[in-house]
């Protein structure tokens, strides 16, 4: 299946070939012997532990914003799914065999051998949220009050996921005030205080928190921002701040089978953003959606093409908070809201009940006003080449250095959720 993908998409660049092949350079040209049987030999990046984690809980993470894209369809969408594998995973410390496996499949933990997950998922989180990265996520699990907990669960979580559980006191201001101070102190304030109170009936909790401050590479330059149109829809349009670089050194290609224009613009700290941007004004980005997988982005990342376009891309400023808990009940996970066994936590019955997300996501003009590397001289175009996201699409934040996913969006409206 995934070999599919990766010829089509060959075959998609084929098709854009005529007017960049002075880019072209001998390891990019497909092998003329791959158009038959697909070859089955596994990417080296994938042979890094790490990198293989963090291919396996993106994939987790597509599912989820498939399922939350699918839920509110004309809404937009903003998740680091991350924070939420990384809260399951840690949950899976305490689960017992049949219960840990419901857990394992469901972050694709199933298709890796690695005796160590959670000593791997350490590394991970620390690679991510190294300063540079500009990107905050943190994870809790929040269990019902009065609720005794084993220490041969606590150490270990600890020890890998760097969080303590925390009981609830029953008092909801309390538990809402607690709350809070804790995404205050793990966010460094960066999302605004929550007034949702804690629900009742709260045997587990899972909450996952992130931010994001973009940082281009190329900043933008202020004095081209401007209010421009945004077509929510092909009869609708809503006026924007729109930055734009009339010279934009990105990375592109052109998808003929999902009918998308690929560009990747980089970020500061090993980062960079890869949009999807339909032919035609739609909010059905379902097929786009359908193909999100971990291996189709690393071989996106491979295959563009750095080119000079004409670029504008809206100001954003986003921010979610609400519950995940009913997409991850249409995921692989209903049996941990049902019976699931979590005896290695507490001899008590216990199942999760919620799960909660608050995430802040930000872009504007700042960047490292760095000049492109030399080694990423565009192809010479025959035509100059424009790239406005002035209409529906979707973003994927993307961490070079291992190929995890942070944050998936949704913009089907640049003003706001
Ligand atoms: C969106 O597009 C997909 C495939 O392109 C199609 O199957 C689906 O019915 C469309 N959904 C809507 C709501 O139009």
Redesign the pocket.
Known sequence: MQALVLLLWTGALLAHSSCQDSAGSPQDSPDPDTTGVPVEEEDPFFKVPVNKLAAAISNFGYDLYRVRSSLS?AANVLLSPLSVATALSALSLGAEQRTESTIHRALYYDLISNPDIHGTYKELLAAITAPEKNFKSASRIIFERKLRIKSSFVTPLEKSYGTRPRILTGNPRLDLQEVNNWVQAQMKGKIARSTQEIPSGVSILLLGVAHFKGQWVTKFDSRKTSLQDFHLDEERTVRVPMMSDPKAILRYGLDSDLNCKIAQLPLTGSMSIIFFLPLKVTQ?L??IEESLTSEFIHDIDRELKTIQAVLTIPKLKLSYEGEVTKSLQEMKLQSLFDSPDFSKITGKPIKLTQVEHRSGFEWNEDGAGTAPSPGLQPAHLTFPLDYHLNQPFIFVLRDTDTGALLFIGKILDPRGI
């Open positions: 369809p059905n379902t097929m």
